[in-house]
C-alpha cells in the first residue's frame, strides 16, 4: 500500500511526502517502486544521501535491483568522472543520480523525482560558504519543477513533522519491520550504579552482554562520537591544555596516527615528548574516550576479537565503505566501534548487540536540537541490532537515565518525546514556529571584528515582533585564525527575516578584510 501511494504520486505535480518508517521497515525499497515509476515515466531521479560513504553500498543495493549502476556525484569523484556525469545528467542519459547535497544544483533536463534519504540528517545543512539546507532546497526545486519529493526517515525531524501536521506534506507510514524481523530491546545502563573500571569506559553489563555476544558468534556494534583516542591532552605536572593555535578549541589525540589534530581547521603535529610548558618528559595524559580508546579497552578485554574502527578518519572513501560491508557481511568481523558514520543505512542481519558508550554526549550544550538530535542518533544505531532473524539488544550507558530522552529511548515512546519536544519549541517561537538568523563577523583582527560587530549592532532595526540578540563573541571564538563575533535574531514566523536582514545589512560599510556571514535557520550555533 505505501508503495503504490508513492508510485501514484509520480508524474501528478508538486508534492512532498514523508516517508515514516521504523528502522528496518524496508523504506529503501519502497521508494525504489517510486524511482521505478518514475523512469517508466521517462523521467530522471536523483537519490540524495547524507554521506559520501554510504554511496558505494547504496549503489550495490540499487544495481541488484534496477540491473545497472546509477551515476554517483560526490567529492571523492576524480575531473574526468565529474565531466563525464555533468555530460550524461546534461543530455538526460543519465536516468539515476545519487549523490551528496551538490548534486541538487546539477542541469536536469527532465527531473521527475527527488529522493532525500535520512532527511533528518543535520549534514545536509551547509555551514560554509553558501548556506543552505539540501532538504530544504529539494522540496523548494520540486516546487519550482512541479514534481514529487520523499523525504525518507525513521525519525523526521520536527519541522517535516510540523509540514505533516498543518497539512503542507503527504505522510507515508511503515511501522513493522520487514520479514518479521523485531525491534530490538533498548535498556539504559545507569552509570552511577554500574561503574566502568578506572580509566575505562565499558560498564560491567555492556561486556556481560558483549561476552555472550562473542560466545554466539554474533556481531556486536559500540557507538561513540567522538573521533580519535582522546578529546584533551594535558599536563599532569603543570596542567598545560594542547590547544590549537588557530582555534578556540582543543587538539585530539589520534594516536592511531601519531598525531594531534584540531578537528575544525584541520592543524595538526605530532605529540611531543615533553610538555612544552613545564619541559617535563612523560607526562601528558589522554583525557576523555574517542573511539580509539574504546578500540583498545575493546582489544584488552578480548585479544582475539576481530575488530574495526568505523569513522570519517578510516572510512574517507566509497570504496573503504564498500570494504567494510563485505567484511561485516562475510562475518570477518566481530565486534564494530563507530562513530555516527555507522548510524545510517547499514544493514547486518548477524549484529544483533549495540552498545552507547556515552549517551549524555549530545546532550550538552545550548544547541536548540542537542535532545532531538541525540534520539535521533541514538535510534538510528539502535535500529542497526536484530535486523534479521536474530533479536538485538541495546545497551545505552548514562548518567542520567530520568532524562527524557533516555527514557523515550528505553520506552519505545519516540511520538511522546517529539510531541513534548514540539510543545517546547510552540512555547519559545523556536523554530519552526518563529524564525532564527545568525549573524557570524570574522576578521584577522580581534578589533576589526568587534568593531563592525557593534556597528551591526548599533544599526539593529526595531521591529515588532523581533528582538536581536548580541554582539557577544561566538562560543567558538576564534576559528582558523579569525576571530568571530555572532548575533542572533528571533523573530515570529509571518516576519520577513531575510528581507529585513538584507535592509539592515545593506545599508552598513565594514572594511573588505572582515566577513559577515547570515545563516538563516543556522543548525550550529558556535
Given at each position: ?21 521504523v ?22 531521479v ?31 569523484l ?11 545528467i ?21 527531473l521527475?523525482l ?9 549534514s ?77 569506559w ?25 573521533r ?30 601519531h ?24 607526562t ?40 567494510f ?14 562513530t ?30 542537542a ?33 527524557p530522552v533516555i ?20 512555547a ?5 514556529f ?33 528582538a ?7 562560543p ?15 523573530a ?35
Amino acid at each position: 500500500a505505501a508503495a503504490k501511494q508513492l508510485r501514484e504520486a509520480i508524474g501528478a505535480g508538486f508534492q512532498p511526502i514523508l516517508l515514516d518508517g521504523v528502522t528496518g521497515s524496508g523504506k529503501t525499497e519502497v521508494y525504489f517502486d517510486a524511482v521505478a515509476e518514475a523512469l517508466r515515466r521517462g523521467k530522471q531521479v536523483l537519490v540524495l544521501l547524507p554521506e559520501i560513504a554510504l554511496t558505494e553500498p547504496f549503489l550495490s543495493r540499487f544495481t541488484r535491483r534496477f540491473g545497472c549502476e546509477p551515476v554517483a556525484w560526490h567529492s571523492d569523484l576524480r575531473a574526468s568522472q565529474r565531466r563525464r556525469a555533468w555530460r550524461a545528467i546534461a543530455d538526460g542519459s543519465a536516468k539515476v543520480v545519487v549523490g551528496a547535497r551538490s548534486s541538487l544544483f546539477l542541469p536536469y533536463t527532465k527531473l521527475g523525482l527527488i529522493v532525500v534519504d535520512e532527511a533528518h540528517e543535520a549534514s545536509f545543512k551547509q555551514e560554509e560558504g553558501v548556506q543552505y539546507h539540501a532538504r530544504d532546497v529539494a522540496v523548494m526545486r520540486g516546487h519550482f519543477e512541479a514534481f514529487p519529493i520523499i523525504l525518507a526517515s525513521a525519525t523526521p525531524a520536527i519541522e517535516t513533522k510540523h509540514m505533516v501536521e498543518i497539512g503542507r506534506y503527504a505522510e507515508v507510514t511503515l511501522t513493522e519491520r520487514h520479514a518479521d524481523a523485531q525491534m530490538p530491546e533498548i535498556r539504559a545502563v545507569d552509570l552511577t550504579q554500574d561503574p566502568p573500571l578506572r580509566q575505562h569506559w565499558l560498564a560491567p553489563s555492556l561486556i556481560k552482554e558483549i561476552d555472550a555476544n562473542m560466545e554466539a558468534g554474533e556481531q556486536s556494534l559500540l557507538f561513540l562520537n567522538r573521533r580519535g583516542f582522546a578529546p584533551l591532552t594535558l599536563c599532569r605536572t603543570c596542567g598545560h591544555r594542547f590547544q590549537c593555535p588557530n582555534c578556540t578549541a582543543w587538539m585530539v589525540e589520534h594516536r592511531l596516527m601519531h598525531r594531534l589534530a584540531c578537528h575544525h581547521c584541520g592543524h595538526v603535529m605530532p605529540p611531543p615528548a615533553a610538555c612544552p610548558e613545564c619541559g617535563e618528559e612523560d607526562t601528558l595524559v589522554a583525557c576523555g574516550p574517542g573511539v580509539e580508546r574504546i578500540a583498545d579497552e575493546v582489544a584488552e578485554l578480548y585479544p582475539d576479537a576481530r575488530t574495526a574502527v568505523v569513522t570519517s578518519d578510516t572510512i574517507w572513501s566509497p570504496a573503504r565503505a564498500a570494504e567494510f560491508v563485505r567484511a561485516m557481511e562475510a562475518g570477518e568481523i566481530d565486534i564494530v566501534i563507530g562513530t555516527q558514520l555507522v548510524t545510517k543505512g547499514y544493514h547486518f542481519p548477524n549484529l544483533t548487540l549495540v552498545g552507547v558508550i556515552d549517551a549524555d554526549l549530545g546532550l550538552q550544550g545550548g544547541d536548540l536540537r542537542a535532545a532531538e538530535r541525540s534520539f535521533q542518533q541514538i535510534s538510528q544505531v539502535a535500529g542497526r541490532a536484530g535486523r534479521g532473524d536474530k533479536p538485538g539488544r541495546v545497551l545505552v550507558q548514562t548518567h542520567d537515565p530520568t532524562a527524557p530522552v533516555i527514557e523515550a529511548l528505553v520506552s519505545g515512546d519516540g511520538p511522546a518525546f517529539f510531541e513534548a519536544e514540539t510543545d517546547a519549541r510552540r512555547a519559545a517561537a523556536m523554530p519552526p514556529f518563529g524564525r532564527l538568523a545568525g549573524i557570524v563577523v570574522s576578521a584577522a583582527d580581534q578589533g576589526d571584528a568587534e568593531r563592525v560587530a557593534a556597528a551591526i549592532g548599533r544599526a539593529k532595526p526595531t521591529i515588532e515582533g523581533m528582538a536581536v540578540y548580541g554582539p557577544a563573541p561566538a562560543p567558538l571564538a576564534m576559528l582558523r585564525g579569525r576571530h568571530r563575533q555572532r548575533l542572533l535574531v528571533h523573530a515570529e514566523r509571518k516576519l520577513d527575516v531575510q528581507a529585513v536582514i538584507r535592509e539592515w545589512l545593506g545599508a552598513l560599510d565594514w572594511p573588505a578584510k572582515v566577513r559577515v556571514s547570515v545563516d538563516v535557520d543556522p543548525y550550529s550555533f558556535v
